[in-house]
């Protein structure tokens, strides 16, 4: 067992004991030992009827209940009973039928679908957010707010800090944040200065690079001729003289030999007991991580962990196509994504999603390596991670089985081949309600945006874009043009297009209401407001992290909205995201959320 299985068994147990715990509301009125249901009549009127045993039966009424269903966009009142949504619509109704019920009086607050986060990292989101933070934002998590960092001076003396801090001369220094374009310069000989013996290693704030200093390097014993004997595409995204790794150099070559010191036990458990933390306390329902890689043991584990009865979120994966790819090439690459799906149930809180599968297609918009069809101011140039043939191969071979597919695409250019490589798929063979999802959808024009809808693709966003690095990057790599016109949603609003919302934490913050605050202010963390006719309406941000973002992962009919038959998956907020100003929507207290008809406060 590796130390990162190790890692997981413990988080099992950890989190089995965290104090999630479930609860009611202020003063929830005692359910007698009997409980009501009702039967429908061939008159179409409903008459109570009592049932001989107790069952889990939840009335919600006095507040504003916000259903994101628009046939009944409103309702006085809520029922849950074992876990499914039973009843929605007048409080007398819910009286008559359910008279019995357990009381749940929500004191004026705001009742909605329980929010989803499409697209996360939890292995990344653990790990980067449970060693030392020097970014170019604050972040600010439970217990510890890790100030900003500007300018190289202060990214290296907050670095030096953190060494001297470690009292283990053989403990690796691990730091997540940098940004050349904040920080500097960074390299083998500038890390060697802060300590020539103690091994450091830098995580990109992108995920798609490290920094090692020659410590590092030394005890992990790599040599330039193994960098090229990993293959072209290794040896290309790696400079191991300065100490880079980058892309595949990054994903392929360098992450499984730094695995078992990165994901020590201590750091993995703590690092993912403090993300299930920071979901919960955003009203995170259900999650979902695109491009999973996961095997047998880590598979259990997960279930152990996620799947613990005291975790009130669902964790869906779906598996990435790259390393099957470059393991078993085309003939082999279906067979291996579908047998990994084996690995965890068809249903439960812990999973896969059925036939989706994601394709890593240009570099990392935070690196500035995506492919851009005018390429950057500064000469330098993007990167391929699945290039046009890769792409187009894998694509085919999944499209053609029926597959959804998802596209991590971040460059313009990237984005033009993946549009090309679409409508081949369709011309060859028509599929209808593919919903082929985009995801990040950062640099677009639109006339890409016009042909993605006319081809019925749909758009997965990080709408963080435009509020961490617009400002940058109109100074650096990509100009004021480019660069403040970044996630480009209000033309694909306008078109109909389904949009959901996205963290990919580490890239963000975990936080639904902040996401769709980004996207329908467009204020950068400098203050400003950028291209606000790229923006999106409220309403259309809220379904983007409700039922648009269920309907991405073709769970439409289970969660995302408040109707009879759906789980009984909730938020509630201290006020109603429909009726404060846009720029308060992060700003939004999170009371708790109801998970499977139990009640999970905020502690």
């Not at 975790?311 to 099957?324: C, D, G, R």
């Not at 101011?377 to 290039?387: A, K, N, P, V």
């Amino acid at each position: 067992m590796t130390l990162l299985h190790r890692a997981l068994r413990g988080l099992a147990a950890a989190l089995l004991f965290t104090g999630f715990s479930a609860g009611t509301l202020a003063n929830p009125e005692a359910a007698s030992p009997e409980s009501t249901s009702a039967v429908t009549q061939g008159d179409g009127t409903a008459t109570p009827v009592t049932e001989p045993h107790r069952l889990d039966i939840k009335l919600f009424h006095n507040g504003e209940i916000v259903t994101m269903e628009p046939a009944q966009p409103r309702a006085e009142a809520v029922v849950s009973r074992e876990g499914k949504i039973a009843f929605v619509g007048k409080l007398a109704d819910a009286r008559t039928l359910y008279g019995q019920a357990q009381k749940v009086d929500l004191e004026g607050r705001t009742l909605m679908p329980g929010l989803i986060e499409q697209h996360l990292h939890p292995l990344l989101g653990a790990l980067t957010l449970a060693v030392p933070v020097i970014a170019p934002e604050p972040w600010e998590l439970p217990g510890k707010t890790w100030p900003a960092a500007s300018g190289q001076q202060a990214y290296l003396a907050a670095l030096a800090e953190q060494e001297k801090l470690l009292e283990d001369p053989r403990e690796t220094l691990w730091s997540w944040g940098y940004h050349q374009y904040f920080h500097g310069e960074l390299n083998r000989e500038i890390l060697d200065r802060i300590s020539p013996t103690r091994p450091i290693g830098v995580w990109h704030r992108s995920c798609h690079e490290f920094f090692l200093n020659s410590a590092f390097i030394n005890q992990l014993g790599i040599t330039q001729a193994q960098v090229d004997a990993a293959g072209e595409e290794v040896r290309r995204q790696t400079d191991l003289a300065r100490g880079h790794f980058y892309e595949n150099g990054a994903l392929l070559f360098l992450a499984p030999r730094i695995m078992p010191d990165l994901a020590s036990p201590r750091r993995f458990t703590a690092g993912l007991k403090q993300m299930v933390e920071i979901l919960h306390s955003n009203g995170v329902t259900a999650f979902n991580e695109p491009g999973a890689q996961i095997d047998q043991q880590s598979a259990g584990l997960y279930q152990a962990m996620l799947g613990a009865e005291d975790v009130p979120l669902y964790s869906f994966f779906i598996p990435e196509s790259k390393k099957f790819y470059h393991d078993v090439g085309s003939e082999g690459v279906l067979q291996a994504v579908q047998d990994v799906k084996t690995m965890l149930p068809s249903s439960g809180k812990v999973r896969f999603l059925d036939k989706q599968v994601k394709l890593l297609v240009d570099g990392a918009i935070i690196s500035q390596l995506m492919q851009m069809k005018d390429g950057y101011l500064d000469g330098h140039h993007g990167e391929w991670i699945q290039g046009p043939e890769e792409t187009a191969t894998v694509s085919k071979i999944f499209w053609d089985a029926g597959y959804q597919l998802h596209l991590h695409v971040n460059g313009d250019a990237g984005l033009e081949m993946v549009i090309g490589v679409l409508e081949k798929l369709m011309a060859d063979n028509p599929r209808q309600d593919h919903r082929t999802t985009i995801v990040h959808f950062a640099n677009s024009t639109d006339e890409q945006v016009r042909r993605l809808a006319a081809l019925g693709a749909i758009v997965s966003a990080n709408p963080y874009y435009v509020t961490g690095f617009s400002n940058k990057y109109a100074e650096i790599g990509l100009g004021e043009e480019r660069a403040h016109a970044m996630v480009r949603l209000g033309p694909a609003e306008k078109l109909g297009m389904s949009l959901s919302l996205h963290s990919d934490l580490p890239m963000a913050p975990a936080d639904p209401l902040y996401l769709a605050w980004t996207a329908v202010t467009r204020k950068t963390n400098e203050g400003n407001v950028v291209r606000p006719d790229l923006a999106i309406s409220v309403d259309t941000a809220l379904r983007a992290i409700t039922i648009d973002a269920a309907y991405s992962w073709r769970m439409e009919d289970e969660i995302g909205s408040i109707r009879e038959g759906k789980v009984a998956n909730f938020t509630i907020l201290e006020a109603n995201p429909y009726q404060v100003k846009p720029e308060q929507l992060k700003d939004i207290e999170v009371w708790g959320t109801v998970f499977e008809g139990r009640i999970f406060p905020v502690q």
